[in-house]
T-cell receptor, first 113, second 111 residues
């Protein structure tokens, strides 16, 4: 079935550093791809999305490009802030079907001042 | 403002007890979903409903039940058959071709 794999482990970095979180997927069709962010004690918020190959999603300085050839959707930000500390989830959806989401395990990002 | 409201924020269950988590949305979305979140495991789908009076099992439906009598509401019951119910439960809603919107979650613990 469809699945999403995120890099293992938390990510700790200093303020203004460059952030990359890897995400790869396995899908039989042409899914839409998402990054969601979860702040402590809260639900998930949509960060960005891409619906077809080569699309670039962007929001709040974060970017991710839908790469069909490498089945990847890596999240990047050029200069992180302390307020970016959160858990980040990569997800895919078939959208054309029942809109079910498959999630990666998430990455805790901690930004140190 | 439109959104999804989950209640309560914290819930405690005694052994052998059923508990019901509430989820209400005013986004006029047809579809609603329940996910379970455990540390380091991401989110797993429990049940989903694409239309009133209809719902389907997700990946981990055992020990849970749902109903969808109104478009706005999708309550989840955690039954005594669920042997490891301690988790963070998230409700979501959506329409086809659009991302899902999430509530703020209910944290369930065992007394």
């Amino acid at each position: 079935g469809d699945s999403v794999t995120q890099m293992e482990g938390p990510v700790t970095l200093s303020e203004e550093a460059f952030l990359t979180i890897n995400c790869t997927y396995t899908a039989t069709g042409y899914p839409s791809l998402f990054w969601y962010v979860q702040y402590p004690g809260e639900g998930l918020q949509l960060l960005l999305k891409a619906t077809k190959a080569d699309d670039k999603g962007s929001n709040k300085g974060f970017e991710a490009t839908y790469r069909k050839e490498t089945t990847s959707f890596h999240l990047e930000k050029g200069s992180v802030q302390v307020s970016d500390s959160a858990v980040y989830f990569c997800a895919l959806s078939d959208l054309g079907g029942n809109n079910r989401l498959a999630f990666g395990k998430g990455n805790q990002v901690v930004v140190i001042p | 403002d439109g959104g999804i409201t989950q209640s309560p924020k914290y819930l405690f269950r005694k052994e052998g007890q059923n508990v019901t988590l509430s989820c209400e949305q005013n986004l006029n979305h047809d579809a609603m979903y329940w996910y379970r979140q455990d540390p380091g495991q991401g989110l797993r789908l429990i049940y989903y409903s694409q239309i009133v009076n209809d719902f389907q099992k997700g990946d981990i439906a055992e020990g849970y039940s749902v109903s969808r009598e109104k478009k706005e509401s999708f309550p989840l019951t955690v039954t005594s058959a669920q042997k490891n119910p301690t988790a963070f439960y998230l409700c979501a809603s959506g329409v086809l071709s659009q991302p899902q919107h999430f509530g703020d979650g209910t944290r369930l613990s065992i007394l």
